[in-house]
């Protein structure tokens, strides 16, 4: 079978790596001039620096299919993303833990302490939080709500976290020890050389051509017997029923002799600094040396057509969009929708990776029974 994945990303890698290897015949095509999608990475031309191009990208899984699918193609070592945040003029740890509480109400408590001590500042009248700002106020209270979450959020989504949903939040813990590592799941670490060569092994196949710089024509579907497409889900269709909203971030980059802020990454949770985070991309390969530092300040803003799509929305408005278009991807046979982009999803790599495995799989069941997808 003949197969057009439309973007070389994750999703587009995987399941074409998978299909190959099932002696399908893979074409990847991509508009950037290169592979890897978000997660791309490159060495910076002045320091030598490893850069996360599209911003931070941590590998961390539970699991352990997936994280011993990605070893297979790189070497990973370990790493554990440890942010620090500056607000209200201190800087503090996060997520949330026993030091950072200690440090920002200046007390010494013990983990049952701290945890009655939350408790008493949150708001035990908010009953199922449906909301971002309810979820903070029920399980942190005002102060840490505010000093870390409120001005953060409103630059990072360009709205009030009264208006987002509660999910975003409970994307991080709240934690009654010292434990400062940022993620939760038993695999974490980074690719020694970065994504793109974990990518390109992921393409390194006899049965799959990738051309890149090349945009999708609907001609190409044509010469194709099933298409994936990773690329935004509205775009296929053509915007016909208006754009879903992204952010879209940009990267303000600069350079440092030495060690510029200490950490890979430090967030800025007061709205008077325009930029939500600063990312120093030398502390993401511990295990290089370089004198010589690049840092990037991150802004978000809402996404104009041209722009890069990073985080979907999904606010409202969004939603009833985007079960329109849900609709008539559904309807629309010989295509498979995937990924962040073409299913309009806040996606971590593992789950794009889990998900690329199973869809690839449930694809050649279809064809196993003579049914199309
Ligand atoms: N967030 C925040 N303050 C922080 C870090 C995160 O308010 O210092 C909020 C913000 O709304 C963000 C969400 O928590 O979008 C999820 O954070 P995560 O670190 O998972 O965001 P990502 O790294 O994926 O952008």
Redesign the pocket.
Same mark, same amino acid.
């Given at each position: 079978m003949q197969v057009l994945l439309v973007g070389a990303g994750l999703s587009g890698a995987v399941i074409g790596r998978k299909l190959a290897e099932a002696g399908h015949s893979c074409r990847i095509i991509d508009s950037r001039d290169h592979v890897g999608g978000n997660c791309y990475t490159e060495r910076d031309a002045e320091t030598g620096v490893m850069m996360h191009v599209y911003g931070?990208h941590i590998f961390h899984t539970d699991d352990e299919e997936v994280w011993s699918y990605v070893n297979s193609f790189t070497e990973f070592l370990p790493f554990q993303n440890r942010?620090k945040?500056t607000a209200q003029g201190g800087v503090y740890s =996060?997520p949330i833990n026993l030091l950072t509480i200690n440090q920002f109400f200046n007390k010494t408590l013990r983990p049952d302490e701290a945890k009655a001590f939350i408790a008493s500042q949150a708001d035990a009248a908010i009953v199922g939080p449906q909301t971002?700002e309810e979820q903070a106020l029920r399980f942190v209270g005002r102060d840490l709500y505010e000093a &870390? &979450?409120k001005g #953060?959020?409103e630059k990072?989504?360009g709205c009030s976290p009264s208006e =987002?949903p509660a999910s975003? =939040?409970k994307? =991080?813990p709240v934690r009654f020890n010292y434990d400062d590592n940022?993620f939760f799941h038993r695999f974490q670490g980074m690719p020694r050389d970065g994504y793109t060569p974990m990518i390109e092994g992921i393409l390194d196949h006899p049965s799959i051509t990738v051309e890149l710089s090349t945009p999708f024509t609907p001609d190409m579907t044509a010469e194709a017997d099933h298409v994936f497409w990773s690329g935004p889900l509205d775009g296929f269709f053509g915007y016909a029923h208006g754009r879903l909203g992204y952010r879209t971030l940009d990267f303000e980059r600069f350079t440092y002799q030495g060690d510029y802020q200490g950490c890979a990454v430090m967030?800025y949770?007061d709205r008077d600094v325009p930029y939500t985070r600063i990312t120093e991309h030398k502390h993401f390969s511990p295990w290089e040396t370089h004198e010589g530092s690049v840092c990037c300040r991150e802004y978000s803003r809402a996404a104009e057509p041209g722009d890069i799509p990073y #985080?979907p929305i999904r606010l409202v408005e969004e939603k009833a969009l985007l079960g329109e278009y849900i609709a008539k991807a559904e309807a629309t046979e010989g295509v498979t929708f995937v990924g962040r982009l073409g299913t309009y999803r806040y996606l971590d790599m593992d789950v794009t990776i889990r998900e690329a495995l199973d869809t690839a799989d449930a694809f050649m069941n279809c064809l196993a029974k003579g049914k199309t997808m």
């Open positions: 931070p942010v945040a =996060l971002f &870390f &979450f #953060y959020t990072q989504w =987002l975003i =939040l994307r =991080l940022y967030n949770g #985080y």
